[in-house]
Nanobody, 126 residues
C-alpha cells in the first residue's frame, strides 16, 4: 500500500522560504506523475505543481517563478521549494501521486492525483 507523508510546513513571514518534503513508501519505483496541491481555509483545492516521470514540470500561474518542484528517486522523496512566500500561499499542502508515468495535461493533471498524504500546514504572515 502506498503511503505519502508530508513534512516541512511552518509559519513564516512574507518573503520567506520553506522546503516541503514528501516521503513515499509502498512503491518500488517513484518515477510516476506526482505533485502538490493546497487547500486554504474555506476555499477549494488548488493544484500547485506537478512533475512527470521524466522530471518535466508544470506550475500554477500563482506560484510560477517562486516555487520549484523536484524529486529524489533514490530517496523516494518529493520536494517543493517555496520562495518569496505571500500571505495568499497560506494553506494545507498535500503531496499526491497517481499510477501514470506522465502528467498529461500539465498542471491540470493534478486532479488525477488520487493518492495523497495528510498534508502539512504553511502559514505566511504579513
Amino acid at each position: 500500500q502506498v503511503h505519502l507523508v508530508e513534512s516541512g510546513g511552518a509559519s513564516v513571514q512574507t518573503g520567506g522560504s520553506l522546503r516541503l518534503s514528501c516521503a513515499v513508501s509502498g512503491y518500488s519505483d517513484s518515477r510516476y506523475c506526482m505533485g502538490w496541491f493546497r487547500q486554504a481555509p474555506g476555499k477549494g483545492r488548488e493544484g500547485v505543481a506537478v512533475i512527470s516521470g521524466d522530471d518535466s514540470t508544470s506550475y500554477a500561474d500563482t506560484v510560477k517563478g517562486r516555487f520549484t518542484i523536484s524529486r529524489d528517486n533514490a530517496k523516494s522523496s518529493l520536494y517543493l521549494q517555496m520562495d518569496s512566500l505571500k500571505p495568499e500561499d497560506t494553506a494545507m499542502y498535500f503531496c499526491a501521486m497517481n499510477g501514470y508515468r506522465y502528467c498529461s495535461g500539465g498542471i491540470s493533471s493534478w486532479t488525477t492525483l488520487s493518492i495523497w498524504g495528510r498534508g502539512t500546514q504553511v502559514t505566511v504572515s504579513s
